[in-house]
């Protein structure tokens, strides 16, 4: 591979670090030793603590916006330096690289895994001895530094069957005679509740939704009910989602991650 083709490489971050302490500054130096021409995106380092669900749906839902080729390395790793296996997985889209713990499991439940390997090769890491607390930094980062720069995905460690990365259950969404079921994957920064329920139950139909003990009616925008109620809409993202218009339905009316909720269609 050329100067000029490792320079337009691509590599993703996102983690649950914040911003406040210098694990991601950190991880961008390991990678720029390896490459200082690598191109890095931060997609988000906001993610709440240890939260595999978050994750997985950020992941999910922004891979479609980049490249093909590009590296994803995320970093939630409640069971870091335990005997959970560290991977790197090829899809059609990309490479994704960190633990195996289901963050990867909404994107390869839309692209399946061409291939998968445990990083069980150290020439490939910061170290042979790794933190025990901080695979993104020794394991993660160089990793994915090497696989942008090219090295092939075998040469990362030992192959294993992509049937068996850990899937995170995040309950199923499931048509019935009158609608859909599901249950809430991901909250926003604006409070916003977003179903696992995608936008092609909904179209071309009159519908509304019913969760905590709520009627909400299907509408188009926030703006299509007054400043402080209830909508049922489809987010940018393509899921139905809970809204208050210029509010934080989370807070307001205290519907958590998995709670479910109901599709109804009217006639």
């Given at each position: ?84 296996r560290a991977i790197a997985v090829e899809f ?86 009158t609608g859909v079921t599901g249950c809430i ?52 993202h393509g899921w139905v989602e809970i809204a ?24």
């Amino acid at each position: 591979m050329s100067e000029n083709q490792i320079s337009q490489s691509l590599l993703v971050l996102l983690s649950d670090f914040g911003d406040r302490d210098v694990y991601v500054g950190v991880m961008k130096g390991v990678i720029a030793q390896i490459n200082p021409l690598l191109r890095v995106i931060d997609l988000t380092h906001q993610i709440p603590p240890q939260n595999i669900a978050t994750v997985r749906f950020c992941l999910m839902n922004a891979y479609p916006y980049f490249p093909d080729g590009t590296v994803y390395v995320a970093v939630v790793d409640p069971g870091v330096g335990s005997k959970r296996r560290a991977i790197a997985v090829e899809f059609a889209q990309g490479f994704l690289v960190g633990p195996d713990n289901g963050i990867f499991s909404g994107v390869l439940s839309q692209t399946p895994a061409i291939t998968a390997v445990e990083l069980t090769n150290p020439n490939y890491w910061r170290t042979p001895e790794p933190s025990k607390t901080f695979h993104g930094r020794d394991i993660f980062a160089p990793v994915g530094a090497y696989l942008a720069n090219g090295v092939p995905l075998k040469q990362l460690g030992q192959k294993i069957d992509p049937e068996t990365l850990v899937q995170l259950d995040i309950g199923d969404c499931k048509q019935t005679n009158t609608g859909v079921t599901g249950c809430i994957q991901y909250i926003d920064y604006f409070g916003n509740l977003v179903s696992n329920i995608p936008e092609r139950y909904v179209q071309g139909k009159t519908w509304c939704v019913q969760a905590a003990g709520l009627t909400i009616p299907g509408r188009e925008t926030y703006s299509d009910v007054e400043v402080g109620e209830i909508a049922a809409l489809v987010g940018s993202h393509g899921w139905v989602e809970i809204a208050i218009n210029s509010g934080d339905a989370h807070s307001q009316l205290q519907i958590n991650l998995q709670d479910t909720l109901q599709v109804l269609f009217r006639d």
